[in-house]
């Protein structure tokens, strides 16, 4: 009697165990995709190699950055064209006003003088949480190379997502035509060994474009702006492949949406959510990973 009673217990036990792994939260799995966006721009200073080790230690599961060009063809980490002036001191030690900034541009500059302006020091006004320490716009080359060796000693893997920072008027001008810009980045990528790893998005269509066509076989993703009311077909029409990954504002997300997209075998992962009531919200809706400036938010979810 007393086996028969233990083995009930035991049973029941089991089958407890069984069902709370059922149902399990999405953000629990492996699949969900937990992206730092900037690396960790609401802890430290965005696009920075400081922003993504620190990424890797709050437990993301892509590391986002943004990519620009310089004058000697570098590809540099960085979010704005110019040098911002919200985080920018110049190698004399002074801050530059928006129009002095707005004359920084990094496309005709070489690495080596992009190199000696820090992007970490001044407080950025719109995120006060952010640590303040030296640091420069690395290389898209160097920050693989130290996120890599960093994931490694914490018996690590991450993925990387890169957008390409382009626009059709800025050609020549801002930076180098679309497909020079193209072939700069994924020979970056195939050169260090992530290509199965990495994620290439953009809002600019033709980036993307020229991926399918030339480099088959890379992770692309589609970034929507909130203001685009466009319905899913004619951005896909646009487009003129299904990517992997759609990427919206999360203004834009809706579950007839989620449903549109894996009907469509693409990933949902919007941007940019920064308070954990929204995380909630978006992983109610179902999608398959969040971008954030506060990774260190996911651990609540």
Known sequence: MKKNILATILSIALLACSTTKQNTSSVEKNSFDKQGHRGCRGLMPENTIAAM???????VTTLEMDVVISKDRKVV?????????NITTTPSGKFLTKAEAAQHLLYTMPYDSIQKYDVGLKPHPDFPKQQKLPAYKPLLSDLIDAAEAYAKQ??????????????????GKKHPAIEEFVDLVINVIKEKGIHSRATVQSFDPRG????????????????????DKRSLDEQLLQLGFTPAVYSPHFSLVTPELVKQCHGKNMKVIPWTINSIDEMKKQVALVVDGIISDYPDLFSQL
């Open 154 to 171: 914490k018996g690590r893997t991450v993925t990387y997502n890169i957008e390409i920072k382009s626009k059709p008027e800025n050609d």
């Open 208 to 227: 993307l474009q020229l991926i399918h066509q030339k480099y088959p076989g890379t992770i692309t993703s589609l970034l929507i702006e909130g203001f």
């Open 53 to 59: 080790l620190k990424a890797i230690d709050l437990g």
């Open 77 to 85: 980490v960085s979010h704005d064209v110019y040098f911002n002036e």
